[in-house]
């Protein structure tokens, strides 16, 4: 599976009519289409599709024609979507109308092209699932700590100084824990 980790805008144009696919991180979705509403009050329709894992690694789907044909739009993103293996990510894709119709054909193969041309202009990566680890330290071991982090490239860290030592939290992959596991286990 693969996702991003930052926005991607891609244009496609068919027949006059303009196709502004967003693919962002699932984080940047809430709000998204009311935004890119606001930005193009001209255009017709702001559709999405988005594909994410909840909690228990099950795969969640949605998607929104807004007000084109059903199953026009918002269905053949996702399909791209599902074929290209994207996860934890949505696309959204603002329609401007050129004066010429496209038909429901038309429009299947258009938002499938537009989302299909934004995956291709991102930089999708490898998804990797984030797994919660925590671990207590002495102050004497902040330094070392931070240190064998910044090496393993783990980023994601929260750490709070208590009375007896320092408490740690960390987010990263499975591979990137066992490391640091490792690495502790040395250090003792």
């Known amino acids: 599976m693969k996702t991003v980790e930052k926005e991607t805008i891609s ?9 502004i696919a967003h693919l ?23 559709v999405y599709a ?8 099950q795969i969640v789907e949605n998607l929104s024609d807004d007000g084109e044909p059903k199953g026009s739009s918002a269905q053949p993103a996702l399909n791209v979507l599902r074929g290209e293996e994207m996860i934890n990510m949505a696309v959204l894709i603002v329609r401007y109308f050129g004066g010429i119709k496209l038909g429901i054909g038309g429009l299947v193969r258009a938002y499938g092209n537009a989302t299909k041309e934004v ?3 991102s930089n999708a990566i490898i998804y990797e699932k984030m797994l919660k680890y ?4 002495t102050y004497s071991d902040v330094q070392k700590s931070e240190y064998l982090l910044n090496k393993l490239e783990i980023i994601d860290i929260k750490r709070e100084f208590l009375n007896d ?3 740690w939290n960390v987010s990263a992959t499975q591979q990137k824990i066992d490391k640091l596991k490792e690495e502790q286990e040395c250090m003792r």
């Open 11 to 19: 244009t496609y144009e068919i027949k006059k009519s303009k196709f």
């Open 24 to 46: 962002v991180p699932i984080s940047q979705f809430k709000g998204l289409q009311d935004k890119l509403k606001a930005q193009h009050p001209k255009a017709r329709h702001v």
């Open 50 to 57: 988005l594909r994410y894992l909840n909690e228990f690694d």
């Open 119 to 121: 995956i291709s202009n």
């Open 134 to 137: 925590s671990f207590k330290t």
């Open 165 to 167: 030592g320092v408490e």
